[in-house]
């Protein structure tokens, strides 16, 4: 079958933060010359990106400053940060918290109309902005709005991307299917800025929502383009289970306490000074560790816990900037966190892994492709990344990218053909032949439940040799089954279960980068902790894994990490 051929100038895969983002900056920038087109897996406002709670952190306070902010995102990171871009981010943050409110942004205010901060864990003074407890959905709301105001940007909702088309060199375009059809078309264009957000959905229990399943990271690692340090996944320490829906670090930065079924405050023995507030893997590990002491309580599903107790807060804020919070307790969860602590546990969160790009141009290897926000790995958040970080990382690099690309189109000469049918061709019967195939011996839910309990099992918090290994070997004999897969639903319309089948294919993919990269990782550094290697190993490993794919499986480099002003010194919170 062939695809049906639209030709625009700037694709941008993905819609939350990062990819509106940078819609916007290049449209400004372009004043309606180049047209952008934005590819949506979801209807816009149903993008993970309005899913956050907690802020957006950045400098706009007396008695903060850059360098604070600068030292304390590369101290979370373990010193894996490159530290020329953390100091550039820094420097751009504040500017999006200015623009966003320019364009309708409600941020918190006091009463005397001043912006509200909050503390958020390892951040040395509150520097998190917000908008009550709905960040996300707001940030969204407004940036949506900027975009459909756009003098020439278009949206294709609930069209799902499956490959990138290249000449070996350059970008030349992508073939996405149209959810609603089942129609494949070919986007030709002169650029792309990869926005596709994180892998999540490769775990168990997690903070994501459904559809977050590392399209964009797989499509990438096929297409030739590294991928960058995709053994650091972050778990977020307090989530309502067991459902994992998240209880923000903006709680703890209120006063709200961790406790251990004794009643205990026991962040005091793994973090003396900033306690709650330490960076989120060491407040992962330490509640983990309690659990398995056997000082953890009975939750629902009989899932093992702590208890986060949100009383200190204060009636007043409960049930005003944390109302969700406090309706999502007692409806899920049946306690009212006015009254009593809830259970809360570690859920996987996000990726510090993503697409490899150079500096703040956010350029990958192969010519034309840019990538922004969590997809990306801009060395910003190196082995951990800080609670309140990301929102304005998606913002500034997805203005980042949003300029690189416009650089890069602006200053294209005249176009050589080149004859992509064939390659299109061959991609498009790769997904035909999921749905075309009579039966075989597994479904596209087997292999994903299988997947999300190996890596749940072997490459989560804690990691060792033997799990490793083993790990690797089932998501090898995962792969060899996949190729039985048959999906049941024969329909082209609004075909979930086809899919799902190409969505298990990128896990599958991404399962297998991300163990082998934590397998070749032999020390503990930031959200990797190896329990047959539980020291930092600066000699031999302050540096970037670099994942580039082969037929054979995955092929392992490094580069070295950019140093600018602080040596790396032993993490203490």
């Known amino acids: 079958m062939e695809a049906e051929v639209i030709t625009t100038d700037l694709i941008v895969l993905g819609s939350g933060l990062a990819g509106l983002r940078a819609a916007i900056e290049f449209d400004k920038l372009s004043n ?6 934005v590819i949506s897996k979801v209807q816009v406002m149903r993008s993970h990106s309005v899913a956050p709670e907690g ?19 590369i101290k979370g990171s373990d010193f894996l940060a490159d530290q020329d871009v953390v100091q550039q981010f820094v420097l751009d943050a504040p500017g999006e918290i200015v623009q966003l409110e320019h364009w309708g942004m409600p941020w918190a205010r006091d009463s005397e109309g001043n912006l509200l901060a909050r503390a958020f864990g390892a951040h040395e003074v509150p520097r998190t902005y917000f908008a009550y407890d709905r960040t996300g959905f707001f940030l969204m709301k407004t940036l949506y709005d900027r975009a459909q105001a756009g003098k020439n940007i278009k949206f294709y909702h609930e069209f799902f991307a499956t490959a990138i088309i290249h000449d070996g060199t350059r970008f030349r375009g992508l073939i996405a299917m149209d959810r609603a059809t089942g129609n494949f078309f070919l986007f ?23 559809t977050v399943t590392g399209d964009g990271l797989a499509m990438a690692y096929r297409a030739g383009i590294p991928l960058k340090d995709m ?14 829906i998240p209880a923000t670090e903006a709680l703890r930065g209120h006063g709200a306490l961790l406790l251990n079924a004794e009643g205990d405050r026991f962040m005091k023995k793994y973090a003396p000074r900033k306690m709650e507030l330490a960076a989120r893997d060491v407040v992962t590990r ?66 510090m892994g993503g697409i490899h790009v150079q500096g703040t141009e956010l350029a990958t290897p192969l010519k034309g492709v840019f990538a922004a ?18 929102l304005p990382a998606c ?31 061959v991609e498009i ?55 039985e897969v048959y999906v049941r639903d024969r329909a082209f319309d609004y075909n979930l279960e086809w899919v799902h089948a190409h969505e298990v294919t990128n896990l599958l993919d991404m399962a297998e980068v991300i163990t082998n990269s934590a397998l070749n990782r032999k020390e503990s550094r930031g959200a990797h902790f190896r329990q047959d290697f539980p020291v930092r190993d600066d000699q031999n490993y302050l540096k970037h894994t670099l994942t580039t794919f082969a037929i054979e499986g995955p092929i392992i480099t490094y580069i070295p990490v950019t140093i600018t002003k602080w040596k790396p010194t032993e993490r203490v919170y």
Do not use: C
Not at 188 to 210: C, D, E, N, P, Q
Not at 233 to 238: D, K
Not at 373 to 389: I, K, M, T, Y
């Open 32 to 37: 309606g010359r180049y047209e952008v087109s």
């Open 55 to 73: 802020g957006a952190a950045a400098v706009m306070q007396k008695g903060d400053s850059f360098e604070q902010h600068a030292y304390d995102t």
């Open 188 to 210: 030709k264009g002169k650029a792309l800025i990869m926005a596709t957000g994180g892998i999540g959905r490769i775990y168990k229990y997690v903070t994501y929502s459904h």
């Open 231 to 244: 053994e650091f996944i972050q778990w977020l320490p307090t989530t309502m289970i067991p459902y994992g």
């Open 286 to 351: 330490a509640i983990l560790t309690e659990i398995k002491e056997g000082k953890g309580v009975e939750g629902p599903r009989s899932m093992k816990a702590v208890l986060l107790d949100t009383r200190p807060v204060g009636e007043d804020r409960l049930k005003s900037i944390y109302k969700t919070f406090r309706e999502n307790a007692i409806q899920f969860l049946g306690k009212d966190p006015l009254d009593e602590p809830i259970p809360v546990l570690p859920a996987a969160h996000y990726s």
């Open 373 to 390: 926000g969590e997809v990306a790995n801009v060395s910003l958040h190196g082995a951990n990344r800080l609670g309140s970080n990301s």
């Open 395 to 425: 913002l500034v690099t997805g203005k980042w990218a949003g300029r690189s690309a416009f650089a890069y189109i602006s200053a294209l000469n005249s176009d050589v053909l080149v004859d992509l049918t064939e390659k299109v061709k």
């Open 429 to 483: 019967n790769k997904s035909y032949s999921l749905i075309k195939k009579e039966n075989g011996s597994s479904t596209v839910y087997d292999i994903r439940n299988e997947v999300q309990t190996i890596m749940e099992d072997y490459v989560g918090v804690f990691r060792n040799e033997d799990g490793l290994m083993d790990a690797l070997k089932r998501i090898k004999s995962l792969k060899e089954s996949y190729k």
